[in-house]
């Protein structure tokens, strides 16, 4: 019985490392996926999706009275400003999300006074405007997602112009 131990002892330990490392290094495959089916704009660039239907659903489980606006982003160049217009009397959020699908900042339309809001992103020691408001993160990349709940899918049409006031840029000027 002695034999088989030593053997058993290495392949659970083997088996428990292979476990942790796939567990730590899912977060970071989602996020990749999720950016590159959210990024038909590019990087640090605001996309405006259309509305879920069968045949297109970019994020898990999409809702149908929802329209995503979605910026990955990448802080390698230097921070991100996230400027987001609530659509008056419709409920809107911004989510940031980290490489490591954590969530670090959500902020809605009632929140906000139902006011135009800019937002930062910056890694630690990157230089940011004074007087914005920062989110700090401990990763390049992730995603802002903006949602806009509608009353009825048809009305996607007259509140679009409001929704794409919403933008993504790199920091280009620190003033």
């Given at each position: 019985?002695?034999?088989?131990?030593?053997?058993?002892?290495?392949?659970?330990?083997?088996?428990?490392?292979?476990?942790?490392?796939?567990?730590?290094?899912?977060?970071?495959?989602?996020?990749?996926?999720?950016?590159?089916?959210?990024?038909?704009?590019?990087?640090?660039?605001?996309?405006?999706?259309?509305?879920?239907?069968?045949?297109?659903?970019?994020?898990?489980?999409?809702?149908?009275?929802?329209?995503?606006?979605?910026?990955?982003?990448?802080?390698?160049?230097?921070?991100?400003?996230?400027?987001?217009?609530?659509?008056?009397?419709?409920?809107?959020?911004?989510?940031?999300?980290?490489?490591?699908?954590?969530?670090?900042?959500?902020?809605?339309?009632?929140?906000?006074?139902?006011?135009?809001?800019?937002?930062?992103?910056?890694?630690?020691?990157?230089a940011v405007p004074a007087?914005?408001?920062?989110?700090?993160?401990?990763?390049?990349?992730?995603?802002?997602?903006?949602?806009?709940?509608?009353?009825?899918?048809?009305e996607i049409g007259g509140?679009?112009?409001?929704?794409?006031?919403?933008?993504?840029?790199?920091?280009?000027?620190?003033?």
């Amino acid at each position: 019985m002695r034999n088989w131990l030593g053997p058993l002892a290495f392949g659970l330990i083997v088996a428990a490392a292979a476990a942790y490392a796939a567990l730590a290094a899912i977060p970071y495959g989602l996020m990749h996926v999720a950016m590159d089916r959210l990024g038909q704009g590019g990087v640090n660039r605001m996309s405006y999706g259309d509305l879920a239907d069968p045949d297109r659903q970019p994020v898990v489980r999409p809702s149908p009275d929802l329209a995503y606006s979605s910026c990955p982003y990448d802080l390698a160049a230097g921070p991100v400003a996230i400027a987001v217009t609530p659509v008056p009397g419709r409920y809107t959020s911004l989510s940031i999300f980290d490489a490591a699908t954590d969530v670090i900042f959500v902020r809605n339309d009632v929140e906000a006074g139902g006011k135009p809001f800019r937002i930062i992103v910056a890694r630690d020691g990157q230089a940011v405007p004074a007087g914005a408001e920062v989110v700090r993160t401990n990763h390049d990349r992730g995603i802002a997602l903006i949602r806009l709940l509608l009353k009825d899918p048809a009305e996607i049409g007259g509140l679009d112009a409001v929704r794409r006031q919403s933008s993504c840029a790199t920091v280009t000027k620190l003033k």
